[in-house]
């Protein structure tokens, strides 16, 4: 009997060796990583198309034949012929709900010559690559690719399916992108969880920092001030002028700063920023959750003049950008307008919101109303469930630092998905904090990512993925 048990025993370790997978062979896989990086940072994706018909075709042509090759069942879905967006499947066994990987494979416009190399060259120099896309988006383009590649190669067993989307204009045209796969073919990446861009790990000096994990963003809209007076000519000035009148409301909402509101994401941000500060920025960032206004307003009164990233952080906040006024020189308009940005936290009632600006334009010569914008839908996500646990775990592993939830104060495609129940995490490589004052940053000039930071963070994303979907 004993002897029986001993034989069951090595055969079902020797089974279980067998189908546990090898882990990547990393040195091969970064080769791989960076040739699929370049080859996709050459296709001129830009939205909007900078040359007929352009689009995202050509990416979406090359994951589509990568992944037939590997036997990764892919669709394609296009609202518009040369804008397609690729959806992916890694079946799992159900006993969990899928993980959604997304990435945009568009990327903003270009000025050619304002690039010191070409900017669709992806060109190597001095351990960097140099292309439009390097670190918005096709870095998460080229992790999300790989890490199916991997799991797939690994033969991985899967508790959860694992879906990827390769989406289409998020930098401008959401229509061809999220919001035509959410609302027509939301079964197809329909997810528990999704993992996206909007996060990032940010180095000074060459040396980690902190890690950033988007849980929540802030939801764009747009309010127009419209003032209205009496035409005439400017050699008589007039009371009732348009301009004048625009100008004091613009300005009584330029000075006014909305009421501080921490969520749970803001709340533990600002208490973990506080543990790797000075002494005198972690007493701010304490004090700002004080429940005491006088201790928050303080702290909040310094964000606002030198730290106003993190003075929008903690509120609705309201921007005056565009002036609309006159069309000569001697001639009283009888109408002025002005454009708010304004970036809404994720639970304000709007038509509540705009009731507090009309208070305090205060003038009933000045109409105050939304104006049209391409907004996004709210929602939210929490801090305790497997994955935040994951990525901070992996985060620990890979960059040995603190996670940091963040709540963007830009936008991200992720609202739509949020909107829908899906709880969704931003991540994204590590960036060095001179990038952007030197013009290298996303969007910028000279756009580029660190060859080593890009296969670190491949590592950190299959690694997340894999603590997230491996049966248990």
């Known amino acids: 009997m004993r002897r029986a048990t001993l034989v069951f025993a090595l055969l079902a370790a020797t089974t279980l060796a067998g189908q546990t997978p090898q882990p990547p062979d990393w040195t091969r896989a970064e080769e791989e990583t960076l040739r699929h990086f370049q080859t996709l940072l050459r296709f001129d994706t830009s939205d909007p198309p900078s040359t007929p018909p352009g689009g995202e075709k050509p990416a979406a042509d090359y994951l589509k034949q990568i992944l037939d090759k590997e036997g990764i069942p892919a669709e394609v879905f296009a609202l518009e012929a040369n804008r397609p967006n690729v959806i992916a499947r890694l079946k799992g066994n159900g006993s969990k709900r899928p993980l959604l990987l997304m990435a945009h494979t568009d990327v903003v416009n270009v000025d050619p010559k304002k690039w010191a190399h070409p900017p669709f060259s992806a060109t190597r120099q001095e351990g ?4 439009r896309g390097t670190v918005d988006d096709k870095d998460n383009v080229a992790a999300v690719l790989m890490t199916l590649l991997m799991l797939k190669r690994q033969n991985v067993p899967l508790d959860r399916d694992v879906i990827a989307l390769f989406e289409a204009g998020e930098e401008g ?14 079964p197809s990446i329909d997810a528990e969880y999704c993992l996206a861009e909007g996060g990032g790990v940010t180095r000074q000096d060459g040396q980690v920092k902190y890690a950033s994990v988007q849980s929540l963003e802030k939801i764009p809209h747009a309010i127009q001030l419209t003032a209205r007076g009496v035409a ?4 008589v000035p007039l009371q009732s002028n348009s301009i004048v009148r625009l100008s004091d409301a613009v300005a009584k909402v330029g000075k006014w700063a909305p009421p501080i509101r921490p969520n749970e994401t803001t709340a533990a941000y600002f208490k973990r920023l506080a543990t790797i500060s000075s002494p005198e920025d972690a007493a701010r960032y304490r004090d700002v959750l004080s429940p005491d206004r006088k201790v928050a307003s303080a702290a909040d009164e310094y964000f606002r003049a030198n730290e106003p990233r993190h003075a929008s952080m903690l509120r609705t906040s309201v921007s005056p950008n565009i002036f609309d006024a006159g069309y000569r020189v001697n001639v009283i308009p009888s109408e002025a307008t002005a454009t708010l940005d304004v970036r809404m936290l994720p639970d304000e009632d709007p038509k509540a919101f ?20 391409d907004t996004r839908p709210g929602g939210t996500t929490r801090l305790n469930t497997e994955v935040f646990a994951a990525l901070e775990a992996n985060v620990t592993k890979h960059y040995k630092t603190i996670t940091l939830p963040t709540m963007s104060t830009g936008a991200t495609d992720m609202a739509y998905l949020r909107a829908k129940g899906i709880q969704c995490y931003g991540v994204g490589p590590a960036t060095d904090v001179e990038d952007g004052p030197k013009g290298f940053g996303a969007h910028s000039d000279q756009e580029r990512i660190l060859e080593s930071e890009l296969h670190r963070f491949v590592r950190f994303h299959y690694d997340v993925v894999a603590d997230l979907v491996r049966r248990k």
């Open 128 to 131: 960097y690559v140099y292309a």
């Open 354 to 373: 705009l009731e507090q600006v009309k208070q305090i334009v205060n003038d009933p010569s000045v109409e105050v109303a939304f104006a049209a914008r």
């Open 173 to 186: 045209t959401t229509r061809v992108g999220i919001q035509f796969i959410v609302n027509q073919h939301f």
């Open 232 to 235: 005439g000519h400017g050699s």
